[in-house]
């Protein structure tokens, strides 16, 4: 089992900025995938942010030049960097990791983001 501890979250004015952190239990040197997910009241969990073992990212065009996913291996550690919020933004974040033993989730963190 792994488990994913997420973190960072909160309320922030419109074109601030806020850095989430996902902590996992165990090494993620290995997985292949590292994603960040978000989901609003009333609507669908969307894809945010992705980065693949060999650090290729792929961002959701709602957020591309916004957000940057990154990580640190030496802290087991993926983050969000959030930068130039936008009400819209507002949602539960949530962390997936996929190593090959399996896929995890995080138990989400709220970014709420007033105008």
């Known amino acids: 089992q792994v488990q994913l501890v997420e973190s960072g979250g909160g309320l922030v004015l419109a074109g601030g900025s806020l850095r989430l952190s996902c902590a996992a239990s165990r090494s993620i040197f290995s997985a292949n995938t590292m994603g960040w997910y978000r989901q609003a009241p009333g609507k669908q969990r969307e894809f945010v942010a992705r980065?693949?073992?060999?650090?290729?990212?792929a961002y959701a065009d709602s957020v591309k030049g916004r957000f940057t996913i990154s990580r640190d291996n030496a802290q087991n550690t993926v983050y969000l960097q959030m930068n130039s919020l936008k009400p819209e933004d507002t949602a539960k974040y949530y962390c997936k990791i996929e190593f090959v033993s399996g896929l995890y989730w995080g138990q989400g963190t709220q970014v709420t983001v007033s105008s």
């Open positions: 980065m693949t073992s060999g650090g290729t990212t």
